[in-house]
């Protein structure tokens, strides 16, 4: 028989209260004897976190000396299209006023023929 002896209340209540107060003693021995590995952990843990939170800014600096390398380089692109564009621009403007200066001149040269052959007939009359 596991509990021949009579219990009452009053031993039940003392047996609990021991029982109570016993797990609270083994459960304070075994939080004094794990605090330096709890120390010890944590102190891992901060490292790790103090860790990645230095490669966390580094990926930062790196992505923002990428952002800035990418708009410099698009800058010059775009300046390069821009400079570009102004010097096609200038060589169509400069074949406009060659083609113009060629057809002006055309335009003297039949005139100046044409008052030749006039000045000849004329000649040729009187």
């Known amino acids: 028989m596991k509990n021949a002896r009579n ?16 797990l609270l003693n083994a459960y304070r021995d075994a939080k004094d004897k794990a605090e ?12 790790v976190a103090a860790a990645r939170e230095e490669r966390r800014a580094e990926r930062e600096r790196v992505k923002l000396e990428e952002r800035a390398q990418a708009e410099a380089a698009e800058a010059e692109r775009q300046a390069a299209a821009e400079a570009e564009a102004r010097a096609d621009a200038e060589a169509r403007e400069a074949a406009d006023k060659d083609r113009i200066a060629r057809v002006i001149a055309d335009e003297a040269a039949r005139k100046a023929a044409r008052d030749l052959r006039y000045a000849n007939r004329k000649a040729r009359k009187s």
């Open 7 to 22: 219990n009452e209340l009053s031993d039940r209540r003392g047996a609990a209260a021991e029982a109570k107060a016993a």
């Open 36 to 47: 330096p590995t709890r120390l010890a952990k944590q102190a891992e843990r901060q490292a």
